[in-house]
Nanobody, 120 residues
Framework: QVLLAESGGGLVQAGGSLRLSCATS????????MGWFRQAPGKEREFVAG????????YYGDFMKGRFTISGDNAENTVYLQMNSLKPEDTAVYYC?????????????WGRGTQVTVSS
């Protein structure tokens, strides 16, 4: 079982930055992909960013507009999310997710989330 643990959330003023981290345990298998999702109160969970370990390609939600950057270490199964120029509407619980073996193509392991609050 893949266990994911997020860290790095907190309270920041609008225009500020935060860096989220996600560490993996419970597996020595190479993951297919890792990503970040977020869910604000009263809203559906939305995709933030993802990285495919097979080809190192990165993917972002449309609202990113270049403000967020995903990176990570394939060998360590860790992923980071650098968030700049934060806005109050970025306030949400941010979840780390993994696309783990044996079946590729779906995020099937999730962390508990870390709260990000952006004040105006």
């Amino acid at each position: 079982q893949v266990l994911l643990a997020e860290s790095g959330g907190g309270l920041v003023q609008a225009g500020g930055s935060l860096r989220l981290s996600c560490a993996t345990s419970g597996t020595t298998s190479r993951l297919y992909a890792m990503g970040w999702f977020r869910q604000a109160p009263g809203k559906e969970r939305e995709f933030v960013a993802g990285i495919n370990w097979n080809n190192a390609r990165t993917y972002y939600g449309d609202f990113m507009k270049g403000r967020f950057t995903i990176s990570g270490d394939n060998a360590e199964n860790t992923v980071y999310l650098q968030m700049n120029s934060l806005k109050p509407e970025d306030t949400a619980v941010y979840y780390c997710a993994a696309d783990a073996p044996p079946v590729a193509g779906k995020y099937d392991s999730w962390g508990r989330g870390t709260q990000v609050t952006v004040s105006s």
